[in-house]
């Protein structure tokens, strides 16, 4: 199991307001990242360093971190958002990158 | 824009090695970190290790018996070999630029590539 943990599976409706989290003991002291993946590609950076947006991500998608839980917040879910969502940052020891076991989040 | 492209045989019989080769443009290798991160069919991703544009190399304890990644900063290309692969092997093979280790995130990736592990 993942160091790293997610809810599998999240639903939010159309224009609505979901957070997505993650919960970890090395969250605590290490940076998280999340990434969008939809079926058959590649995943994508939408946050890193908490609460940053690479160049081109939507600012409806925002990030935070509290104690051992990091959280992806999607303000105003629209259909193509439709994704699963996965997070990643270091293993409780910092010596290693690790990836929690993902989120499906589907837009009703 | 950088770009990242896996290749490699897509089919590798049990107990033999995977190879795979990452494929960089757009930009230089130097100064981050380059990863190769699998996801088996239906499930999570999970990191293989990574290569420091230096030659350091970090992996995933699970796999560290079994794992060998190698930089080419001539051919802006990176490896990886994974010998004595089972079933459990078979996933998406993705290539990765890394921030690391005061940020840790993965900002360009390759496409990926299946690999399927079969007697």
């Known amino acids: 199991s993942s160091e790293l943990t997610q809810d599998p599976a999240v639903s939010v409706a159309l224009g609505q307001t979901v957070r997505i989290t993650c919960q970890g003991d090395?969250?605590?002291?290490?940076?998280a990242s999340w990434y969008q993946q939809k079926p058959g590609q590649a995943p994508v950076l939408v946050v890193y360093?908490?609460?940053n947006r690479p160049s081109g991500i939507p600012d409806r998608f925002s990030g935070s971190n509290s104690g051992d839980t990091a959280s992806l917040t999607l303000t105003g879910a629209q259909a193509e958002d439709e994704a699963d969502y996965h997070c990643?940052?270091?293993?409780?020891?910092?010596?290693?990158?690790?990836f929690g076991g993902g989120t499906k989040l589907t837009v009703l | 824009q950088v770009q990242l492209q896996e290749s490699g045989p897509g089919l590798v019989k049990v107990s033999e090695t995977l190879s795979l080769t990452c494929n960089v443009s757009?930009?230089?290798?130097?100064?981050?970190?380059w990863n190769w991160i699998r996801q088996p069919p239906g499930k999570g991703l999970d990191w293989i290790g990574h290569?420091?544009?230096?030659?350091?190399?970090n992996y995933n304890p699970s796999l560290k018996s079994r794992v060998s990644i190698s930089l080419d900063t001539s051919k802006n290309q990176f490896s990886l070999k994974m010998n004595s692969v089972t079933a459990a092997d078979t996933a998406v093979y993705y290539c990765?630029?890394?921030?690391?280790?005061?940020?840790?995130?993965?900002?360009?990736w390759g496409q990926g590539t299946l690999v399927t592990v079969s007697s």
């Open positions: 360093g908490n609460n």
């Open positions: 290569i420091y544009y230096n030659g350091d190399t």
């Open positions: 757009g930009g230089s290798i130097s100064d981050y970190y």
């Open positions: 090395s969250l605590r002291s290490y940076y």
């Open positions: 990765a630029r890394g921030l690391w280790p005061n940020w840790n995130y993965h900002d360009y």
């Open positions: 990643n940052s270091r293993d409780a020891s910092g010596n290693y990158t690790v």
